[in-house]
Structures are given as structure tokens and as C-alpha cells.
């Protein structure tokens, strides 16, 4: 049998399919259409992380195709429906990056609330800005807005309540008696009372045609002033543009970007000099630990289901 891995995916796990299958590991085939096309047809199993579109033309060349592993979570890179339609099953590597997202999550609100850290290069060249750098806020005492709770809203909840937040939690795919919220002691909100409370904002949802710019400016107007929002989820919910404007007006008290509507981000004039700002290039699920734990999770599975 035959794997293609079109993206970067742990040498070790590569090691394991190579015990199995006939492995193809080029982590530069996502930039390389036609010959990922041109080979598609041989492949029993393909192996992407998010920048894979298995859909269309690709999805359509995947004839022999029984397997996709997704080395991630997030599925919108993946005609699900289409899948299924031709017979291939989909597995996302589901878990396996959720400490690393909730680490992310609680580092940037730690970061945005502080808002000291920053002061390297001034403190280095002779300044000693002390007084205008004493105004930080803590964590603890805080409230966390969690807009989407699976697992790796709830591994987040478990961190921010160590560190003494109230944790409040809104997902429509939930029922507010789910014993999961008085597990953890988190209050299950309505979306409103959530997003008008919530000290810090964190998103973990997915992105569907109804959660596109979900976070606009009237949504924003209406967080609590001086609020942290912080989005690890996808770009496309969050409106970036509306993001910055908030940010300078004060509405927002900080923000964490690890994702966008558009990856790589291009050249992005309107995030230059937004105070208190955090931008990273989708690397919250992204850690040694994380990517030997996806890799792994992903190999197995797409093994067992092609045996």
C-alpha cells in the first residue's frame, strides 16, 4: 500500500508508516499542485496538515484513496461530505494538541494582562519605564470566556481555574446541564452574558459559513471594556481589521492572533504599532511534544484502517 505526507509530520511517526506502507514524505507537495495531482491516483491513504486542500481536483484524483489523516484538528481544509461520498474515511488527530493550545491560551492572557513584558530593549538601553509599566492587571480573579468547549476548552478551563479564574463556557453543540460544566466548575452561559462579562475572550470553534467573522466590530463593542480576546481556532472568525481598531480605541486591552483569513499572512499595515498585540503564525498547537503526539496519533489510525 501507498501514503503520501504532503506536510511536515514527526520523523519518528514517518519511521512507523515506512514499517507498513510504501511512504511518500515531501512536506513541500502542498506548494506543488500539479504533481501531487499527477500521483494522486496511486495513493491508498494522503496525510495533510491545514494547508491541504483535500477537496475538488485533489479529491477528485484520489481514486484508490481509503484514508485521510488529518495532522491536526481543525477539518475545513477537508470536503468532508466529499469524503464520504467516494468512500474515505477522515481522521483527525483529535486531542493530541489540546495542552499545547490551552498553554498558548493561558501564556498570551498572562502576557495582555500584564502588558510588562515588553520593556527588554528600554530597560537594556538605560530606561527604567517602572512607573508607566505598574498598572498590569493579574489573572487570577479574572473571568474566562471560553466560546466552544471541547477538549481543548476544557484542558484551557482546567489551567485557568489552577491559576484562579472563573471560567464561564458557551457551546451550542452542549446542553447547559452536560455534567462536564459542574466537573470542572465552569458556568455554562448564554453567548450575550458571555462575551459582556469575560475578562479575557478565548474562541474554539469551528469555522462554518455561521461562525464567519463571528467576532466583528458590533460583537467586539460589546465585550467588556479593556477586555483580552485571544483566537486560536480559525482566522476567518475574527475580523481582523476590527480587531486593530479596537485595540487602538482602548475597547480592547489586548489581543492574541494566532490564526488568519488568509495563511501566510501578507504584509498587514493595519496591525502595525496596535498596542498591546500578540501575532503568531498558527503555532499554538505546535510544540515537540505536540507534534510527536499528533504525528503518532495519525499513524496509527490511518494504519489500523488501512489493515
Known amino acids: 500500500m501507498k501514503i503520501v505526507v504532503t506536510e511536515f509530520m514527526d520523523a519518528p511517526a514517518v519511521d512507523r508508516l515506512r514499517e507498513k506502507a510504501e511512504v511518500t514524505y515531501d ?3 502542498v506548494d506543488n ?3 501531487l495531482l499527477e500521483q494522486a491516483e496511486h495513493y491508498d491513504a494522503i496525510i495533510v496538515r491545514n494547508r491541504t486542500q483535500v477537496r475538488g481536483e485533489l479529491l477528485a484524483s484520489l481514486k484508490r484513496c481509503k484514508v485521510v489523516g488529518r495532522l491536526g484538528v481543525g477539518l475545513d481544509n477537508i470536503d468532508l461530505e466529499g469524503c464520504k461520498r467516494q468512500g474515505i474515511q477522515v481522521f483527525p488527530a483529535t486531542g493530541a494538541n489540546a495542552n499545547s493550545v490551552a498553554e498558548y ?3 498570551t492572557a498572562l502576557l495582555l494582562l500584564r502588558g510588562s513584558y515588553a520593556s527588554t530593549e528600554a530597560v537594556a538601553s538605560g530606561q527604567w ?3 508607566a509599566l505598574s498598572k498590569g492587571r493579574e489573572i487570577a480573579g479574572k473571568k474566562l470566556g471560553l466560546l466552544g468547549f471541547g477538549s481543548i476548552g476544557q484542558l484551557t478551563a482546567r489551567l485557568a481555574k489552577a491559576l484562579g479564574m472563573s471560567v464561564m463556557a458557551f457551546d451550542p453543540a452542549m446542553a447547559d446541564d452536560n ?3 459542574g466537573q470542572l466548575g465552569v458556568t455554562a452561559s448564554d453567548l450575550d452574558r458571555l ?3 469575560s475578562d479575557v475572550t478565548s474562541l474554539h470553534m469551528p469555522l462554518l459559513e455561521s461562525t464567519r467573522n463571528f467576532f466583528d466590530a458590533r460583537r467586539i463593542q460589546a465585550m467588556k471594556p479593556g477586555a483580552i480576546l485571544i483566537n486560536t481556532a480559525r482566522g476567518g472568525i ?4 476590527a480587531v486593530a481598531a479596537a485595540l487602538r480605541s482602548g475597547q480592547l486591552g489586548g489581543a492574541a492572533l494566532d490564526v488568519f483569513k488568509d495563511e501566510p499572512l501578507a504584509a498587514a499595515p493595519h496591525f502595525r504599532d496596535c498596542p498591546n498585540l500578540i501575532l503568531t503564525p498558527h503555532t499554538a498547537g505546535l510544540t515537540m511534544e505536540s507534534n510527536q503526539r499528533v504525528s503518532s496519533l495519525v499513524a496509527e489510525k490511518v494504519l489500523e484502517a488501512l489493515a
Do not use: N, S, W, Y
Request: aromatic share 4%.
Open 27 to 29: 512536506p513541500q507537495l
Open 33 to 35: 499542485l500539479p504533481q
Open 105 to 107: 491560551v493561558i501564556a
Open 179 to 181: 455534567p462536564v460544566f
Open 195 to 197: 462575551v459582556a462579562e
Open 129 to 131: 519605564p517602572r512607573d
Open 238 to 241: 475574527v475580523d481582523e481589521l
